[in-house]
C-alpha cells in the first residue's frame, strides 16, 4: 500500500506542478486538461485548460492534484500539511528554501527536540508544508 497527497487548486494545478518538478526535483509524468478527458466535450472554453489530473513522481514517491472544477466550492486546502521527510540537513534547507519562495514561514527550518531540523510554511500555491530531517536514533 502506498499513500499518496492528492491536492486540488482553484486554476492554478500547473503552475503548482511545474514549481514542484523543479523544487521537489520530480518529473511530472501526465498532466491531462478537462478538455482532454472524455465526456468533457461540452465544459465550458473556460474550464477546458484546467487541469483534471497531474502526476509528478519523486524518486519512488508521487504527488497528485487537479483543478477543482468551476461548478463546485473552492475552500483551499486546510486542516492538512504535506510532510516531506529528508535524509540530510543540507536537502531540507535547499526544499525548505525553494517551497518559501512567495509563500509564508510558519516555523523557520531549525533544530527541534525531536529533529535535527523542521520547519513549516505554506507556499505561494497555498499549500501547506512540513519538512522534517530527524535525528540519527
Given at each position: 500500500?502506498?499513500?499518496?497527497?492528492?491536492?486540488i487548486?482553484?486554476?492554478k494545478?500547473?503552475a503548482?506542478?511545474?514549481?514542484y518538478?523543479?523544487?521537489?526535483?520530480g518529473?511530472?509524468?501526465m498532466m491531462m486538461?478537462f478538455?482532454?478527458?472524455?465526456?468533457?466535450?461540452n465544459?465550458?472554453?473556460?474550464?477546458?485548460?484546467?487541469?483534471?489530473?497531474?502526476r509528478?513522481?519523486?524518486?519512488?514517491?508521487?504527488?497528485?492534484?487537479s483543478?477543482?472544477p468551476?461548478?463546485?466550492?473552492?475552500?483551499?486546502?486546510?486542516?492538512?500539511?504535506?510532510?516531506v521527510?529528508?535524509?540530510?540537513?543540507?536537502?531540507?534547507?535547499?526544499?525548505?528554501n525553494?517551497?518559501?519562495?512567495?509563500?509564508?514561514?510558519?516555523m523557520?527550518?531549525?533544530?527541534?527536540?525531536?529533529?535535527e531540523?523542521?520547519a513549516?510554511l505554506?507556499?505561494?500555491?497555498?499549500v501547506?508544508?512540513?519538512?522534517?530531517?530527524?535525528?540519527d536514533?
Open positions: 500500500m502506498q499513500l499518496t497527497n492528492y491536492l487548486f482553484n486554476g494545478a500547473e503548482a506542478f511545474k514549481f518538478e523543479q523544487a521537489l526535483r518529473r511530472i509524468a486538461r478538455g482532454e478527458a472524455p465526456g468533457c466535450e465544459m465550458p472554453p473556460e474550464t477546458r485548460d484546467l487541469l483534471i489530473h497531474v509528478l513522481e519523486i524518486g519512488d514517491q508521487v504527488l497528485m492534484a483543478d477543482c468551476p461548478d463546485r466550492p473552492y475552500d483551499g486546502i486546510k486542516g492538512c500539511s504535506v510532510s521527510q529528508v535524509d540530510t540537513v543540507a536537502e531540507g534547507e535547499r526544499l525548505f525553494a517551497l518559501k519562495d512567495n509563500g509564508t514561514v510558519q523557520p527550518y531549525e533544530k527541534t527536540f525531536w529533529a531540523r523542521f513549516m505554506v507556499d505561494q500555491f497555498g501547506p508544508w512540513m519538512i522534517n530531517c530527524e535525528k536514533q
